[in-house]
T-cell receptor, first 116, second 114 residues
C-alpha cells in the first residue's frame, strides 16, 4: 500500500539549533515528494518538492529536504531554527494510480515547536 | 491575485441539514481538489476534478457530492450532514493533473455538525 509516515508527532528544538522533521514513504514507481507547512488556523503552504535530480532540495524560508532512495526518506531540515518556524509540517507523496493523476497522500503531520 | 478562496470560514450544522462549501481559484488552474483534515489523520482526499467538466472520487467520498461549476469554481455539498463530517475542509488547485504539479491550498472551512 502507498503511504507516508511521519514518526514524530512533535519535535522540540531551541532557537538557533538545527532542526529535522522526519518523513518516510512507500510508493510504487518514482516518488514525487512534497513538504507543506500549516500555521494555526491557516491553509497549507507549499515549502518544497522533489521530482528528480539533486537529492538535496532547497525551498522557502531557508528549509531544505534530503531525498534518500535507499532509506525511502525525505527529511525536512533547516540549519538554524526560528521561533516563527513553529507550525505543523506535512509530508506528502504523489500516489501512483497510473495515468496522469495528481493525488497526494499526506502524512499525519509533525508539530514543530521552537523555544526561544 | 487572491489564490484559492473558500466560503464560509466557519459553519455549524445540525444532523441532517445540508450545505454547500464554495471554492474558487484565480490562478487559471485546471485541477481542483477537496480534502478534509482530522486530528491525527493528516489530510484525506474527498473528491477531485482533473479538468473542467470532470470529477472523480478520492479516498473518502461517502456523504459528499461535488460540482465543477466552471474552471474557477469547485463546490462540495453535504446532503445530510452527520457528526462524523465534523472536520476542517480544504480546497486546493494545481496547474494540471500532472503528478509533478504543486497543489495550492485555500484557508479552510471549519465545520461542526451537532
Amino acid at each position: 500500500a502507498q503511504s507516508v509516515a511521519q514518526p514524530e508527532d512533535q519535535v522540540n528544538v531551541a532557537e538557533g539549533n538545527p532542526l529535522t522533521v522526519k518523513c518516510t514513504y512507500s510508493v510504487s514507481g518514482n516518488p514525487y515528494l512534497f513538504w507543506y507547512v500549516q500555521y494555526p488556523n491557516r491553509g497549507l503552504q507549499f515549502l518544497l518538492k522533489y521530482i528528480t535530480g539533486d537529492n538535496l532540495v532547497k525551498g522557502s524560508y531557508g528549509f531544505e529536504a534530503e531525498f534518500n532512495k535507499s532509506q525511502t526518506s525525505f527529511h525536512l531540515k533547516k540549519p538554524s531554527a526560528l521561533v516563527s518556524d513553529s507550525a505543523l509540517y506535512f509530508c506528502a507523496v504523489r500516489a501512483n494510480y497510473g495515468g496522469a493523476t495528481n493525488k497526494l497522500i499526506f502524512g499525519t503531520g509533525t508539530l514543530l515547536a521552537v523555544q526561544p | 491575485n487572491a489564490g484559492v478562496t473558500q466560503t464560509p470560514k466557519f459553519q455549524v450544522l445540525k444532523t441532517g441539514q445540508s450545505m454547500t462549501l464554495q471554492c474558487a481559484q484565480d490562478m487559471n488552474h485546471n485541477s481542483m481538489y477537496w480534502y478534509r483534515q482530522d486530528p491525527g489523520m493528516g489530510l484525506r482526499l474527498i473528491y477531485y476534478s482533473a479538468s473542467e467538466g470532470t470529477t472523480d472520487k478520492g479516498e473518502v467520498p461517502n456523504g459528499y457530492n461535488v460540482s465543477r461549476l466552471n474552471k474557477r469554481e469547485f463546490s462540495l455539498r453535504l446532503e445530510s450532514a452527520a457528526p462524523s463530517q465534523t472536520s476542517v475542509y480544504f480546497c486546493a488547485s494545481s496547474g494540471g493533473a500532472h503528478s509533478t504539479d504543486t497543489q495550492y491550498f485555500g484557508p479552510g472551512t471549519r465545520l461542526t455538525v451537532l
